[in-house]
């Protein structure tokens, strides 16, 4: 029985919960967009911008380096930008020691 009246009370304040926050929702037309349009486009444009110097292009492969070795220990990444601008990343794994290398890369090679 009590399980019963806490189950009831929990539902109340639910509902009571949910009526609140549907009452502060305002659904309104399109008279109610911002009125900088203009501002929001320019703001666009720059951020395109700025995300044409990101490292977005991303390729990276595993490999084994010499031929007497096995499980792909070695790898190089490319890391570059909307212009082919970046570094190459390599890491030659022997069997003694491995390397690291990196190169840079310019309008794509």
Known sequence: ???????LAALG??????????AGVRREGPDA???DVL???????????EGRDALRHLAAVRYDAFG???GHLSWSVAL???GGNGVVLTSIHGRSEARTYAK?????R
């Open 68 to 70: 007497d070795m096995g």
């Open 39 to 49: 501002g929001l486009r320019q703001e666009v444009a720059a951020l395109r911008a």
């Open 104 to 108: 840079s890369v310019s309008a794509w």
């Open 1 to 7: 029985m009590f399980t019963l009246v806490v189950a």
């Open 13 to 22: 304040c639910a509902v009571l919960a949910l009526r609140t926050v549907r």
């Open 33 to 35: 967009l911002p009125e």
């Open 80 to 82: 570059l930008d909307d």
